[in-house]
């Protein structure tokens, strides 16, 4: 018996092992019943413990053994034998979450649809970012319309019941999709907002979902993919994101809404003084120009080292040695690799083709601007 379709809310619950096995994938067991949740329907799998004679084994996963009203398997962090007596509980607080993103895509995937008609085609519940994927492109505005929907639909504090129905009962009852599932089918009612065929766990009202934060949309496979957030997920999400506007805004002297116009006069600031300093080191190159060929050892400094190596080689076949202050050189030349090689003796490490480079110990330097090194 599948007993969290029966009261979502139980974290304990006695069960006896029907069949234990073990095989390459780990330890497993089917229990007459289980509060825990298989993964199914884009939700997670539950995970907790079983307790009894044998002491504490951890639920690392669990899974139908056959898709729809298969067997529910265990997998365990160690085996237990069959026909003992367990009790289990769940992980309450990563079902709750569970629940939260579960019930939350109920209450999107129909105001997706009062809003801009929007169809449902499959879940993903896995992260604490959920998506939806819908038939349709969806326009914006109509995307934002169906997140202030979905969140009036929260704080309508709708109750949320599941009951089985025969499918000859079906017809009766306008669900938001056809159902995947034959026979008894189990349906899901939000209040008056939303019907659905389900299996899943759900909370107590719609209230409990919220809130329900549309995050982004993307085109996916013809339609739409929209990313969302719900319940205690979606205020961690709100509260890192606070905190993070707040210390950007301290930093500049401003608030959290407001963070934009000095973020603009940053960048703009930024591509300005960009500029200026490649003018700069253009015209700084020019003029080291004319005393490099004719010394062919110089010390330059550092941000030009480079360019002006690159200069060097398209004007003279001869050697050269370029060195910073803080001990970074370029070599170029015939003798670069004897130069890079006598670097080296001095604890230099670089490399290069054409030009090579690197950097040597700054109290090297003095001794490194050596005019015999190009001769
Ligand atoms: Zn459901």
Redesign the pocket.
Known sequence: MRLYQEDSYATRFQARVVRAWSDEQGHHVVLSETLFYPES?G?PADTGVLRGGFGEVRVLHVYEEAKAFGDVVHRLSAPIPEGVEVEGEIDWNRRFRHMQR??A??ILSQALLRAGGYHTIAVSLDSPVSTVDLEEEVEEAKLQEAEALANFAVYADYPIEAFWVSEEELARYPLRRPPKVQGQVRL?RIGDFDL?A?????LRTSAQAGPIKVLKWERYKGGSRVYFMAGWEALEDYHAKHALLSRLALSFSTSPLELEKPVRRLQEEVYTLKGENLELKEALVEALLPRALEERVLLVPAPVLGDLAKRLLSWSEKTFLLLSPEGRFAALGPGRQEVLERFKALGAKGGGKEVVQGSLPKEKVAAALDPSLVS
């Open positions: 329907g939700q579960h019930t895509q109920h899901v659905a389900c299996g899943g766990t759900h």
